[in-house]
């Protein structure tokens, strides 16, 4: 049964509510204050009920996946798992949206979490082991030193709780986007872009201030994509937010750049 990785995963798991450890019972995580959670059927955990609706929803992450399918970051996974320890025994991904980078980037156990309900939906969708949780990263679910490696993909942080899960010789994998990411669908918003130039900088410093920063790896390519992979990227990307995408001219874009930074950092 789909419930059960979550039993079998149970001494890794903690209640977001209060920290505490669950135990199990019938079909449901319980933590000693009382606190219910009860794996769904479809295979995820929603931790947060009471979150309100994010911004995404199942369009873009469905855009988001069928330009991940044909492979327009597989430069980008394969650098973030030239990062990563060989078969590390637990990966969070904080923030991991649909999962699709989050399945390609597995540990031996590993945990998904967003707020998004829709993506982690989508993620769980065809079953598989990974523990796919509803939550927010201010709370994670996941036991104090209990992380090999965290995942923390064009994604917001929260360090505190990324500090507290990691296990000492544990490592933080950031991307985040460069100067010239996605720049020919900045050049066809032209002036409805609401912040005309990306710095890393503020992330990079807020990051060094609570973890070591061990190295900074620059990915920087183009690709040619074709009107429907460019009217994907138009919908996906958090750019054209508050703009309707069908104002874009999708055919106008014949090649897309790739430029994101990983970071990679220690306690
Ligand atoms: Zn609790």
């Known amino acids: ?7 079998n995963a149970i001494t890794l798991l903690r209640c977001p509510v209060c920290g505490a450890a669950f135990s199990k019972t019938c079909a449901s995580l319980i933590c000693i204050n009382g606190h219910t959670f009860d794996p769904s059927r479809k295979g995820y955990v929603h931790f ?28 980008v996974i394969n650098a973030i798992r030239t990062a990563m320890p060989k078969k590390p025994d637990v990966v969070l991904d904080a923030g991991c949206g649909d999962g699709t980078f989050t399945k390609r980037l597995q540990g031996k156990t590993t945990v998904g979490i967003d707020l998004s309900k829709d993506a982690i939906q989508l993620a769980a969708r065809g079953g598989g082991p990974i523990l796919w949780t509803v939550g927010d990263l201010t709370k994670l679910p996941v036991a104090d030193a209990s ?45 409805r872009l609401r912040k005309e130039t990306y710095s890393n900088e503020a992330v990079v410093s807020h990051l060094s201030e609570r973890l070591r ?55």
């Open 48 to 75: 947060a009920p009471n979150a309100s609706p994010s911004q995404y929803d199942r369009d873009l992450f469905e855009a988001r996946r069928r330009i991940l399918e044909a492979g327009f970051y597989d430069a």
């Open 147 to 191: 992380v090999n490696v965290i995942l923390n993909l064009f994604s917001p942080a929260h360090y505190a709780e990324f500090t507290r899960v990691l296990k000492p010789d544990g490592t933080l994998l950031k991307l985040v986007p460069g100067k010239r990411y996605l720049e020919e669908i900045r050049a066809l918003m032209g002036d």
């Open 1 to 7: 049964m789909s419930a059960d990785k979550f039993f």
């Open 213 to 267: 920063i061990a190295d900074r790896v620059p990915i920087t390519y183009s690709l040619p994509l074709n009107a429907e992979q460019a009217r994907d990227f138009i919908r996906m990307t958090p750019l054209t937010f508050g703009t309707c995408p069908e104002t874009l001219d999708a055919t106008a874009l014949s090649k897309i750049t790739i430029d994101v930074e990983l970071l990679i950092a220690q306690k």
